[in-house]
Structure formats: structure tokens, C-alpha cells
């Protein structure tokens, strides 16, 4: 038997295991005592991890495709086959047309992002993006370094503790935001540390908080001027932080005026009253940490209205200090720079539609990307890798998605398992789990001063991981990746470690894996050493770099497209606002709903209403639903959710179902995006595109036989692997 220290990517992770293998083979994993980010503790997800390895339904092999695209017929090939007919058709293909008709396209940040984005440059091409790149982290994380140089999240490690923590638009007891962050979140709440949640659902934290703004989708934006406006008025500000450290004051105070109090609650739907209470309880309570989700980042306000909660910490004083809303620091990078990094003429041909600052990361517009596969303005994209993104899932208007990878001439797709977006691919190559993985990581964002390092311990059928598929795949293509082995590549992160951090010049990668982490000392007040990583060496409240390049410098907030306000005459039609997403604990987006143990847990998707809205439209709790938006129409399960507003609706996302079965998995029926938008208009700065505030209405679908489906799958087949146990 040997015992691995490795760790978990269940999530975005972070959480150390001990992985015992016994015979080639993993037989238990227990989550480690000194794994810094979970003390010993362990989510549903990662401890589902056997049975995720040893499923029936596991890719195993790479596959071809064999019959119409589409038509769920496929047929083994080996390693060696699947590189040489993608090198042949991909170099085919830019022989033909240029580099820049290969895209690529990732989900959300796994452990492979650095060595994916960089597939790009090694190719040539401007056109890789991925589907949370403009709706989650992306505008969060470039509002932070436009306005402050780096990141920043809640000061859960130092031996100070918050005094209270402002949860807006975020899940974090079940999403983290980072999933192992859960338990920081839950130990504050549990030892008494006053929070505030602003979130249309009632969710346990929102039970559990000191006050809970039940906002309109859409409108956080407007709230967040609102409540500076009131720190300004209310004198609630850090006077010293606000003369010395901050660039634009008085423009921002100007421009807070528009944001009134009556105004903002007649945007938002909060009483005047409970914004004046949060405000004030904002303006006072020390050190405040701010917990900020994705729900405010799908708009066409996401930039500003990320930039806008930003600021609230910061001119409270809150900002680096213990405690508060501390500084992220890049100890190793996620991603070291490209070998060949493109020229300029080749990224303006990056398919971004214009917005300015999506070409900050050479990132093409994911729907701008899909759309040219169809149309071919401004070129037409033939080939593309996709890697961890189940797109017909996860990318908005979901119709749109289907159709146009339909028409692409060749698709390399790489899964754990096969979902509908596997289906339309030609090739489709096994990927490894994380307990058959090498990779080196850091925690900056959200988490503690950590590098986390995870280890291969098995090898289970012929699945390899991402950055193994990546580098060799180059390698043999001839395309120029900087690096010809996985190896290299980390102690590459490691030499950079080491520059950053002199204290870790004699720190080896092999001592990394051994120990499983390092935890570097926190400091904190940076910026009073070395001011902010901006072009003023300020905190932007006007943003320089949004002035220089000729879009408004300072915040504000527009009425979403479509929502009763803008859109009155289709709100007759569809009177609910639909809110999607709201994680689950046992899912990571659409991936587990075939893992049995996860999904008992929850086995439907869920829609939540208000009781009065379900009576209005013959919905009763239990009873499966029809939602349906101008785009289409999906079905859920109804839970009333007595303290919802209304005329506000929810919906789960993420949702297919593996019980459907090849090629179609029911792809169609339950998921949010068959509803949402992913055409223009867009955020103007970064192209955010709204999946949060959009119109529905809602009627009972009762020859619904979903539930039947999964009865019978769940009987028929006998149970697989167990979890491990603590
Ligand atoms: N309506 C609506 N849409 C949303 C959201 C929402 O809230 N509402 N949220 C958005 C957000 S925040 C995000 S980040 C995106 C996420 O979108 P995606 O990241 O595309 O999420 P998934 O659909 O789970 O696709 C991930 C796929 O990766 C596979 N996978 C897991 N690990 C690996 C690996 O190591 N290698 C490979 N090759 N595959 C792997 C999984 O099996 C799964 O099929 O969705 C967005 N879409
Ligand atoms: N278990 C688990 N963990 C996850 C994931 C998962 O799928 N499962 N996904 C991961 C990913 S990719 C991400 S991005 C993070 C996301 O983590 P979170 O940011 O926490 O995302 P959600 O839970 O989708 O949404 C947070 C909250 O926003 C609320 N909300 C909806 N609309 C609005 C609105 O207009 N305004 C406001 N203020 N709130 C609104 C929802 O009710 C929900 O409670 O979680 C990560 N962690
Ligand atoms: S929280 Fe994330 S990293 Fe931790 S055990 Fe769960 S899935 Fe793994
Ligand atoms: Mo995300």
C-alpha cells in the first residue's frame, strides 16, 4: 500500500488528501489534517472520487467518430492514431485558411487553464477563450487589477478575525466560491461573526445573516452606488485611506449623487430603510470582508458593477488590513508566459467584437467565436478544441451553441465522461481525474498564501491529463510550446516561485510533493509599502486605464435588456423575472449527475418560486414545470420558497441527464442556457452577457416522465464503486 498527499480539483480546489493505493488501484481517500485550506475535512464531491475513477461509464479510450456528426457512433483508436489525425487535420486546416481558424474553448478554472490558454499562442492563434472567462472571475478579476493591481478576498487565516463579512451575489457555504473555502465561511458564521447577504433567494446564509437585502436580478449595480453614495453622504468613510491612497475621489462622490437612496430601493426593490441599515453597518463594522460571487458578473453591467462593490471595502478602510479584504499575492503563477507570445496583427484579428478590454488576455468572445463558425463574419472558424466545457450546458442560448458546432469541419473534445457536447465532436479523448494528475498551484485569489501540488497516483484505462494531451500533441504538430514535458514546465513555476519569494530559493518541486503544500506568511497594508500595481500607484476609483481608452472611467448602472422596466410589452407575456444558477454541494456544474451516490443527494433540477406565484400559474410544491423565456422552453421541479419575492423566479443549471443516454443525454430539457441570451448587447468593457435578469413565465407540465427515467436507471444498474470513507 502507498499513501499519496495530493490534492483535490473537484472543485477549483485546494483540499489535501491522503490517497491510499493498493495494487495499482485507489482503494480509500481521506482528506488530511493538514491540508491548509480543509483541515481535515472533505466535501461529498471529492469523497465521491473512487466511484468517479472506476465508473462503467468512464472514458477510457480515445474515440473516432464514425458515422454523421451527431449520430452517437464512434469507434476506439489509439493514442498514436488520435495525434496523428488531429495534427493532420488541424495543420491541414491552417495551411488552408491561417492559424486563426482554430479556436479553442475551456470551461471553468481546472487545473490544465495555463497550459490550455497557451495551446493558443503555440498554434497562433488570438481565438481561445473560455465559458466562464466573461461571467465568472474574469470581470471580477479585471476590475480588481484595474482598480487595485491585484485581487482580493476575506482575511480568513490571520490571527485576527473578521468582524463581519458582506456576502453579496455569492453561495460561498456551498460554492467557496472556491468550493474548499466553504468551511472558513461556515466556522465564522458558526463562531457568531456578523454577515450580511444581498441575494434575491433566501439561502442558509441568508437565514443565518445579521440582514439580507433581497435585491432584483440584475440591479446590484445600482445598489452598490447606492450604498457608496450613502458612506459619502453618511461620513462613513476612512478619510485617511480615501486622501492618500485613492485616485478620483471626488468624480466618484459626483457620480454616487445619480444614486440616491429612494431611487436605488425603487431599482432594487429593497426597502430605503434596510439599504441605510446595511450601509451604516457597512460604514462601521471592523475589519469587513467582502465575499463576492459570480450572480452580478452575468450582466451587461458586470464591470462596473464588480469595479462598484470593489471599492466598498476599500474606502471603509477594510482594504489589506487584518481581518478585512486582503490583497492576493501571485506566488506561483497559474500560467507562465507563452513561448512565442502572438504578434500584434495576429491579435487583432481576435474575434471580440470590439470591447476593449477582452484582448487585455488575447481572449476572444466565446459566442462571437461559436457565432463564426456559422456565419463566417468576420472569417469563419473550421477547427477547435474544446476541453473540459460541456458548452451545450454551460455557454448561453444553448440552441445556438448546438447549431453552430454542428457545422464545424473538425472538433477535438476532451471529457472524463461523454455528455451531448462530446457528441458532436470527431475525435473525443479520455481525461484524467485528479488522482491522476501532475500539476503545481497556487490559491492567491480567494484563499490563503498557498501552493498546492498534486501527484499522479494511478493510471486508469488510457486517460491522460490535459497538459500531457497539450504538450505532446504540440510536440508532434510541430507547433512551438516553450516546453516538451510536463516536468519542465513545473519547475519552471518553481524557479519563478523562488523569484518571487527568496525564502524558497532551496525549495525543490520533489520537497512539494512530498509535503502536499506550502504556506507562505501573509502580510498585509502592501500598499503602503509599494502603493497599488496601477498606473497612479493608487487605488482607481477613476480608472486611468478606462479613460485612456476612451470608455467612461467611472461607474454606473443601466437596466438590464430584458426585464420588466425595458422591456414592458414582452412582460406581459413573460411576467417572472428568471434568475439561473445557485451551485449545488454535490455538483460542479454539469459534471456528477451520473454518479450515483451524488445523485441521490439531489436528483432533480429545482426551479424556486414564491407559493402565491406557483398557485397564480397552477404549480403546487413537487409538481414538474414548464419555464419558458422568448428562447425556448425547459422543465423543472417546483420548490416554494415562501420568502422569495413574487414575481422573481429561480432556476438550477447545469442540468442533462446521463440516464437519457447517447447522443442526446437530454441535453434539452432541463438546461437553464436552452432560456438565456448570449447575443449583444454586452457589457461594454469586457462583454458580459446577462444569464441572471432575464423575463419567463411558468406553467405545470404534467406528462413530465423524468422522474420515472431516473427511477428505473437507478434500479436497473447495480451500485458502483463506494465513496471513501473518513
Ligand atoms: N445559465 C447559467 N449558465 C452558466 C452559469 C450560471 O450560473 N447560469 N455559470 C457559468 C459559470 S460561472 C461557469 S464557470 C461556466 C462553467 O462551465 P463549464 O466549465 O463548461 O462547466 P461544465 O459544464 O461542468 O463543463 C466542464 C466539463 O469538464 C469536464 N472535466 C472536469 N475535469 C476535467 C479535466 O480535468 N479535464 C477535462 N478535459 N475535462 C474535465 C467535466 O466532466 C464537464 O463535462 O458555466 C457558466 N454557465
Ligand atoms: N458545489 C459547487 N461549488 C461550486 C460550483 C458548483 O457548480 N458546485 N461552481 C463553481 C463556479 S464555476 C463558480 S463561478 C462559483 C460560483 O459561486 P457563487 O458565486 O456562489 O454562485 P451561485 O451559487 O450560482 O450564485 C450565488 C448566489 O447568487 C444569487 N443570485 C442570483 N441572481 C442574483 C442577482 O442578480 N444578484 C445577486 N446579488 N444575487 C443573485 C443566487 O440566488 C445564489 O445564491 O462556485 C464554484 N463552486
Ligand atoms: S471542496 Fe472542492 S477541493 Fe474540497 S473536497 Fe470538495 S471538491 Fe474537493
Ligand atoms: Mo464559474
Redesign the pocket.
Known amino acids: 500500500m502507498t499513501i499519496y498527499k495530493t490534492a483535490c480539483?473537484g472543485c477549483h480546489g485546494g483540499c489535501l488528501y491522503d490517497v491510499d493505493v493498493d495494487n495499482g488501484r485507489v482503494v480509500q481517500v481521506r482528506p488530511s489534517k493538514e491540508g491548509p485550506l480543509n483541515h481535515g475535512r472533505g466535501c461529498v464531491k471529492g469523497m465521491s472520487i473512487i466511484e468517479q475513477m472506476y465508473h462503467p461509464d468512464r472514458l477510457l479510450y480515445p474515440k473516432r467518430r464514425i458515422g454523421p456528426r451527431g449520430s452517437g457512433q464512434w469507434e476506439r483508436i489509439s493514442w498514436d492514431e488520435a495525434y496523428d489525425l488531429i495534427a493532420q487535420k488541424m495543420n491541414g486546416l491552417i495551411e488552408q485558411y491561417g492559424p486563426e481558424c482554430i479556436s479553442s474553448l475551456?470551461?471553468?478554472g481546472?487545473?490544465?487553464l495555463p497550459y490550455f490558454f497557451r495551446l493558443g499562442n503555440a498554434i497562433g492563434t488570438p481565438n481561445f477563450s473560455s465559458?466562464?472567462a466573461l461571467?465568472?472571475l474574469g470581470p471580477r478579476r479585471t476590475a480588481a487589477v484595474m482598480t487595485a493591481g491585484l485581487f482580493a478576498g476575506v482575511d480568513y487565516f490571520g490571527p485576527t478575525r473578521p468582524g463581519g463579512i458582506l456576502v453579496w451575489g455569492a453561495n460561498p457555504a456551498i460554492s467557496g466560491a472556491d468550493g474548499e473555502l466553504q468551511w472558513f465561511i461556515k466556522d465564522a458564521v458558526r463562531e457568531g461573526i456578523p454577515i450580511v447577504v444581498i441575494d434575491p433567494r433566501p439561502t442558509e446564509l441568508a437565514k443565518k445573516a445579521h440582514l439580507w437585502l433581497r435585491v432584483r436580478p440584475g440591479t446590484d449595480g445600482a445598489l452598490a452606488l447606492g450604498i457608496l453614495n450613502l458612506l459619502f453622504t453618511e461620513d462613513l468613510y476612512d478619510h485617511d485611506f480615501v486622501e492618500h491612497y485613492t485616485y478620483g475621489f471626488e468624480e466618484l462622490r459626483a457620480r454616487c449623487r445619480d444614486y440616491p437612496l429612494e431611487k436605488v430601493s425603487s431599482i432594487t426593490g429593497i426597502p430605503a430603510s434596510q439599504i441605510l441599515a446595511a450601509a451604516r453597518w457597512i460604514g462601521t463594522t471592523k475589519p469587513l470582508g467582502l465575499e463576492q460571487g459570480?450572480a452580478f458578473e452575468?450582466s451587461i453591467n458586470a464591470m462596473d458593477t464588480c469595479r462598484a462593490i470593489f471599492m466598498i471595502p476599500a474606502v471603509t478602510g477594510n482594504y489589506d488590513v487584518p481581518g478585512g479584504f486582503v490583497e492576493s499575492m501571485e506566488i506561483v503563477p497559474a500560467g507562465l508566459r507563452p513561448a512565442n507570445e502572438l504578434p500584434p496583427e495576429r491579435i487583432e484579428k481576435a474575434l471580440t467584437g470590439g470591447v476593449p478590454f477582452l484582448k487585455r488576455d488575447t481572449m476572444a468572445h466565446p459566442y462571437l467565436m461559436l457565432e463564426a463558425i456559422r456565419t463566417g463574419k468576420p472569417y469563419k472558424i473550421r477547427g477547435m478544441f474544446i476541453?473540459?466545457?460541456?458548452?451545450l450546458?454551460?455557454?448561453?442560448d444553448a440552441r445556438h451553441s448546438y447549431d453552430c458546432l454542428k457545422e464545424l469541419d473538425f472538433l477535438v473534445y476532451?471529457?472524463?465522461?461523454m455528455?451531448p457536447t462530446a457528441e458532436l465532436a470527431d475525435v473525443v479523448l479520455p481525461?484524467?481525474?485528479w488522482p491522476e494528475?501532475n500539476c503545481v498551484f497556487a490559491m492567491p485569489e480567494f484563499g490563503d498564501q498557498v501552493v498546492l501540488s498534486q501527484q499522479k497516483c494511478v493510471q486508469v484505462g488510457e486517460c491522460k491529463?490535459?497538459e500531457e494531451f497539450i504538450i505532446e500533441l504540440c510536440r508532434r504538430a510541430g507547433w512551438n510550446y516553450g516546453f516538451t514535458d510536463q516536468r519542465s514546465m513545473m519547475e519552471a513555476q518553481m524557479q519563478e516561485l523562488a523569484r518571487r519569494r527568496p525564502e524558497y530559493r532551496d525549495f525543490s518541486l520533489d520537497e512539494l510533493r512530498r509535503q502536499g503544500y506550502l504556506a507562505p506568511e501573509r502580510s498585509y497594508y502592501n500598499y503602503r509599502r509599494c502603493g497599488f500595481l496601477t498606473p497612479t500607484g493608487k487605488f482607481e476609483l477613476l480608472s486611468t486605464e478606462m479613460a485612456k481608452a476612451g470608455v467612461d472611467p467611472l461607474p454606473s448602472w443601466h437596466e438590464p435588456s430584458e426585464t420588466p422596466v425595458s422591456a414592458p410589452e414582452l412582460s406581459k407575456e413573460y411576467p417572472l423575472i428568471l434568475t439561473?444558477?445557485g451551485r449545488q454541494q454535490p455538483y460542479?456544474?454539469?459534471?456528477n449527475r451520473q454518479i450515483r451516490s451524488l445523485r441521490r443527494m439531489e436528483p432533480f433540477p429545482l426551479v424556486r418560486m414564491h407559493p402565491a406565484a406557483a398557485q397564480k400559474y397552477g404549480l403546487a410544491e413537487g409538481d414538474w414545470a414548464w419555464i419558458e423565456t422568448p428562447r425556448g422552453r425547459i422543465t423543472q421541479k417546483v420548490k416554494l420558497e415562501p420568502d422569495m419575492a413574487e414575481n422573481v423566479v429561480s432556476c438550477d443549471?447545469?442540468w442533462w441527464y446521463p440516464e437519457a443516454g447517447a447522443p442526446g443525454y437530454g441535453w434539452a430539457e432541463s438546461n437553464?442556457?436552452i432560456l438565456?441570451i448570449a447575443a449583444p448587447p454586452y457589457d461594454r468593457y469586457l462583454g458580459s452577457y446577462q444569464?441572471?435578469a432575464l423575463l419567463c413565465r411558468v406553467y405545470p407540465n404534467p406528462g413530465c416522465k423524468i422522474e420515472a427515467r431516473y427511477e428505473a436507471w437507478m434500479n436497473a444498474t447495480p451500485e458502483t464503486e463506494r465513496t471513501g470513507s473518513l
Open positions: 480539483r475551456t470551461g471553468t481546472r487545473h490544465h465559458a466562464g461571467i465568472c459570480c452575468q476541453n473540459a466545457n460541456n458548452t450546458l454551460s455557454m448561453a476532451m471529457d472524463i465522461f455528455n481525461a484524467a481525474l494528475v491529463s490535459d439561473t444558477g460542479f456544474v454539469s459534471n443549471f447545469g437553464a442556457n438565456t444569464l441572471r
